[in-house]
């Protein structure tokens, strides 16, 4: 496995990936991927990367967004990171996880959040591996297939940046 930077030619399989986690019901409150042009406007060209295996097929992906236009809010961004199913358990999200801390530090930006569903326990274990921790609950912050939904919300400070 390598971790490249995400590139147009990456966007079906990126795109797969992330119907998949849609699918499954507890990734995102999204029930649908974007066409490629909304996902690649959504997202900051310096923090998404992703996962090659063999013959450059994409094991999974991270990208990271801006939180907000304000200058206060520079050094902040949200992420998301998927991996395909079958390549679950095998490191690819901690090594994408990892490619973006690397790539936002670097840039100067001191917080990345996320918010996940608190029965993601896979990925609420992930990330408090990466140095994330548990800000709060967002209770009934939104409906998902009819039903209310919690999430949990994480952040991870940089110790370089400050």
Known sequence: MRIDAMLPEHAE??????????????????????EWAAFDKAKLPGHRFVALGDA???LGWVAASAVSDRCAYAGVVEHSVYVHPDARGQGVARALLDALITSTETAGIWTIQSGIFPENTASLALHE????????????IGRHHGAWRDVVLLERRSTVVS
């Open 13 to 34: 399989q990126v795109l797969g990936i992330y119907q998949a986690g849609i699918d499954e019901g507890n990734a995102t409150f999204e029930t649908q991927a974007p």
């Open 56 to 58: 450059g097929v994409v």
């Open 129 to 140: 591996r990466a140095g994330f921790r548990i800000i709060g609950i967002r209770e009934r």
